[in-house]
Every structure is written in structure tokens, then in C-alpha cells.
């Protein structure tokens, strides 16, 4: 999509559990994040697996995207199943009157 913003959804992990999180993309500095899902048990070591846990997880960050007016794009990384790209269009501006 041309002029569209988009962004990624990458795994966190953390020390016992792990959560996923939408990060804008491009830009120079930090990612900005858009939205997390809540946190799931996960160890730090290895990617997750789509369990019904983490798959639920998952699930519930692409309906926050979706509510927020994200469209899935495309497949980020293919050897992570969980990494999706959406795309924001930009917003027409409005018209005066």
C-alpha cells in the first residue's frame, strides 16, 4: 500500500513469560509500539509454538490491530509463525467547508 504506515508483530520474551507486540516500523529511532497482548509462560530460549495459550494471545493482539483499523499486509518472516505485517492507509484529510 502506497503512503501507508505499517507495522510487525514481534515476540518478547522475558524471564519466565513471554508477550507479543506490534511495533511500527521504519522511522530512526525506537519502535514505537502499538499495542502488547497480555503475557503468556514461555521460556526466553526459543520462539514460541502455537499452543491454545499462546495462539490466544496472539489472537487477541490482531483483534486489538484489527479495532485500531490495521489490515493484515503480509507474513513478516516465514519461519515465524506469528510474525504478521499490517498496513494502516494513510487517512484522507478532510474536507473544510
Known sequence: MEGAETCTIEWRPEYVTSRFRA???GGTGPRATIAESDVFRWPPT????PTAAVRAAHDSLVEQLAELGWEPDAQADPDAWFAQRF???EQPARRRR
Open 46 to 49: 526459543k520462539p514460541p509454538e
Open 87 to 89: 498496513s494502516l492507509a
Open 23 to 25: 511495533v511500527l516500523e
